[in-house]
């Protein structure tokens, strides 16, 4: 069992930053590939980003490409989510997500076993 808790969520103006951070319990945190995955009312779950185990591997969605980046902290336990020039399209639940078995098609939602509750991020025009 893998518990994900993610923080840094909250209100921001266009063109503002947010840091989103996930810390995740166990002690394999350097064996799981670490994803972002965010979702609106009414739209399924949409990738963001996601890192390899040892965050020589990054892809990102092209909507946040550029302006987001992902990376990870494995002595921390911790994923960040660093969100630049904020757009009102970004607004959206962030949720942080583990995958065990690796680098398998990472940016699909099924390939991750454990979820965050996830953090609201809401961006004002």
């Known amino acids: 069992q893998v518990q994900l808790v993610e923080s840094g969520g909250g209100l921001v103006q266009a063109g503002g930053s947010l840091r989103l951070s996930c810390a995740a319990s166990?002690?394999?945190?350097?064996?799981?590939?670490m994803g972002w995955f965010r979702q609106t009312p009414g739209k399924d779950r949409e990738f963001v980003a996601t890192?390899?185990?040892?965050?020589?591997?990054?892809s990102y969605a092209d909507s946040v490409k550029g302006r987001f980046t992902i990376s990870r902290d494995n002595a921390k336990n911790t994923v960040y989510l660093q969100m630049n020039s904020l757009k009102p399209e970004d607004t959206a639940v962030y949720y942080c997500?583990?995958?065990?078995?690796?680098?398998?098609?990472?940016?699909?939602?099924?390939?991750?076993?454990?979820w965050g509750q996830g953090t609201q991020v809401t961006v004002s025009a």
């Open positions: 997500a583990a995958a065990v078995e690796g680098w398998y098609r990472p940016r699909e939602t099924r390939s991750y076993e454990y």
């Open positions: 166990g002690r394999t945190f350097s064996s799981y590939v």
């Open positions: 890192i390899s185990q040892n965050g020589g591997l990054r």
